[in-house]
Each structure stands twice: as structure tokens, then as C-alpha cells.
Nanobody, 117 residues
């Protein structure tokens, strides 16, 4: 059974940093793009960063220049390094892995990130 497990969330002051991890089972990160999404209360879930099996990355404008998505194939883990955090970054962050044809679509349980002084 495919599993994605996020970790690394927490409370951080504005301007601080956090690194989220998404550990996957099997070769889940090789079937297609892996993305980080976030969902703030009352809002829809939004895609903020993606990485392909070959390492190509894309970012939403809201996080470009502050967040970095990366992968460690030896650990079957995808990371999201978040710097210069703002209160608007407060949300539940989710990891998603899906196949290129969309048949497989896997989500983690989410990890809460709160940016507050």
C-alpha cells in the first residue's frame, strides 16, 4: 500500500524557516510529479511547488524565491524548505504524488504550519 507521510510542521515566527519532509513508500516519487499543496482555513487547497522525477521544479508566485522543493532518492523523501515565512503561509501542507496519466493519485495526511509572533 502506498503511503506518504509528512513531517516538519510547527509554529514559527515571521521571517523564520521550516523544512517539511514527505516520506514515500516504494518508488512512489518516480511515477510522476510530486507536489506540495497547502490549504488555509476556509480556502481551497492550492498547489505551491512541484518536482518531477528528473528534478525539474515549478513554484507558485506566492512562494517563488522563498520556498525550495527538493528530493533525496536514496531516502525516498521529498522536501520543502520554507524561508522568510509570513503569516499568510499559515496552512495545512500536503504532499501529493501522482502518475503522469493521473491514474494514481496519493496524498499524505498533512502537517500544520503556523506563522505567528
Amino acid at each position: 500500500q502506498v503511503q506518504l507521510v509528512e513531517s516538519g510542521g510547527g509554529l514559527v515566527q515571521p521571517g523564520g524557516s521550516l523544512r517539511l519532509s514527505c516520506a514515500g513508500s516504494g518508488g512512489i516519487f518516480n511515477i510522476g510529479p510530486t507536489g506540495w499543496f497547502r490549504q488555509a482555513p476556509g480556502n481551497q487547497r492550492l498547489l505551491i511547488a512541484t518536482i518531477t522525477p528528473t528534478g525539474n521544479t515549478n513554484y507558485a508566485d506566492s512562494v517563488k524565491g522563498r520556498f525550495t522543493i527538493s528530493r533525496d532518492n536514496t531516502k525516498n523523501t521529498v522536501y520543502l524548505q520554507m524561508n522568510s515565512l509570513k503569516p499568510d503561509d499559515t496552512a495545512v501542507y500536503y504532499c501529493n504524488a501522482r502518475s503522469w496519466n493521473g491514474v494514481q493519485d496519493h496524498w499524505g495526511q498533512g502537517t500544520q504550519v503556523t506563522v505567528s509572533s
